[in-house]
């Protein structure tokens, strides 16, 4: 375990925000449960709904710890390669997905028999592919037919595939994009030029769809059959009219709101939830209404306090980031899972329309934790850069300390080598030559004596 702590990188803030969001998600996971166990079969016993999610939890933490190992740069081409396939995923999930609460988000993985919702990763995949081009255009400066086609087209064959099924989602990366397009310093004109194409072709979606409902009703394609939940859904959170067609939602945030009211300032204990008895989406969508049950105001505003915090700690992370790419990156995965919390915890307690958005980290779903985690691995890949250059700068510093006390050493050595060498030569010069101050061989005085 030991070594497991020390080989985590990156910001260990976010680490510990991230491990307590997971570890206390088995309390409420577990006690709202019980909902689904006895409309499944019947027992009440929740046991292997915990289960499940302990699984979905530490695989999500394996996947965590495993992308936060690969240097986020790597992902900027490998955006290019996926998105094409994620579009062919959506595509496929649009017409033969599996349907779940009159929604066709997920579909099914051969052989594993488990669901994925493919939005997730296409809302990875997207925001890591907005953030490469923007990077690019720190430098190199592009017109807006040229970021047309290369971002928005893109961002909005997604959108497309997305909408029909799921328009929160769909609305969520179209608010995340153009934030992201903000901070990365799109020119404000285009920006208003997308917003309001966008909300132009969203109208006529809409227009669209009424009219095929109105001529042929029994009929209506698969595309637009969401778009009148949409409606109910709008008129029901507006008005205090109640249609048939709205009444589930209804009846969820009456239950949810009962649930909050139940729980007062402490809490009605762990496991003692009584509406998680009534809402069908207790573990899920409306999960955070059975932890301010059971927790009261006080848990309530703990898990808020968590989402708060990660949320400084992504601010700090994108602050900290050495290349725009990877400040980008940061703010494109990192805030809308703040967001979606937000999202999330707003619908329990009907400040805005049921969108169907889980609570990050907290949730029971396999495809949702599993996502966030590949987000949140991707962040830190971003943050253990800064620590490995910071570690890097540190160890050429003290390379090059030792690198010059060995040169400074090696040229002591070799200079008194060279000192040692010429007093050794001086002192075999005058120990050994054997000569006379008069050379009778040689002396000139010899032609002078020998005439006389």
């Given at each position: 375990m030991k070594s497991i702590l020390t080989s985590l990188k990156g910001d260990k803030g976010i680490w510990s925000f991230v491990a307590l969001l997971g570890m206390f998600s088995f309390m409420p996971v577990f006690s709202a449960s019980s909902n689904l166990a006895y409309m499944n079969h019947g027992t009440g016993n929740t046991l292997g709904?915990?289960?499940k999610h302990f699984v979905h939890?530490?695989?999500?933490?394996?996947?965590?710890y495993n992308i936060q190992k690969v240097p986020y740069h790597y992902f900027r081409g490998l955006s290019k390669v996926l998105l094409?396939?994620?579009w062919l995923l959506l595509a496929y999930t649009l017409f033969f997905g599996i349907e779940q609460g009159s929604a066709t988000r997920w579909i099914q993985v051969p052989f594993v028999g488990i669901s994925f919702q493919t939005s997730s990763l296409a809302f990875i995949v997207l925001m890591i592919f907005v953030a490469r081009f923007l990077s690019k255009t720190q430098t190199e400066p592009m017109s807006f037919k040229t970021s047309f086609l290369q971002l928005w087209v893109p961002v909005g064959i997604t959108l497309m595939l997305i909408l029909p099924n799921n328009f929160s989602t769909a609305a969520l990366i179209f608010a995340m994009v153009l934030m992201l397009t903000f901070i990365g310093n799109y020119p404000l004109k285009y920006i208003g030029i997308i917003v309001g194409s966008g909300i132009m072709l969203f109208m006529m979606f809409i227009l669209v769809a009424k009219v095929v409902e109105k001529t042929n009703p029994d009929h209506t394609p698969k595309i637009f059959q969401r778009v009148k939940t949409w409606e109910n859904r709008v008129e029901s959170f507006f008005s205090n009219e109640e249609t048939e067609s709205s009444k589930d939602d209804n009846y969820q945030i009456e239950k949810a709101k009962t649930a909050i009211a139940s729980g007062g300032v402490y809490g009605l204990g762990p496991g003692k939830s009584v509406q998680k008895n009534f809402l069908p989406q207790s573990s899920s969508d409306f999960i955070f209404a059975i932890i301010v049950e059971e927790?009261?105001?006080?848990?309530?505003i703990g898990v808020l306090v968590l989402y708060l915090l990660l949320f400084f700690r992504f601010i700090v992370a994108a602050h900290k980031a050495n290349s725009p790419f990877g400040r980008l990156l940061v703010v494109g995965l990192g805030f809308p899972i703040i967001f979606q919390a937000l999202i999330n915890m707003g619908v329990a307690v009907q400040l805005l329309p049921v969108t169907g958005q889980?609570?990050?980290?907290?949730?029971?779903?396999?495809?949702?934790?599993w996502m966030t985690c590949?987000?949140?691995?991707?962040?830190?890949?971003?943050?253990?850069?800064?620590?490995?250059?910071?570690?890097?700068?540190?160890?050429?510093?003290q390379r090059e300390v030792a690198l010059q006390k060995l040169?400074?050493?090696?040229l002591a050595e070799d200079e008194a080598e060279a000192e040692l060498a010429e007093a050794?030569?001086?002192?075999?010069a005058f120990a050994t030559d054997n000569y006379s101050i008069e050379d009778k061989a040689s002396n000139p005085m010899n032609a002078v004596k020998n005439r006389y």
């Open positions: 709904y915990l289960l939890v530490v695989f999500g933490f394996v996947i965590l094409p396939l994620v927790y009261g105001l006080v848990g309530g889980t609570l990050p980290l907290v949730s029971s779903g396999g495809s949702s934790i590949v987000a949140i691995g991707i962040i830190l890949s971003v943050t253990k850069k800064e620590e490995e250059i910071a570690a890097e700068l540190e160890e050429k510093e040169i400074d050493k090696q050794e030569k001086l002192s075999a």
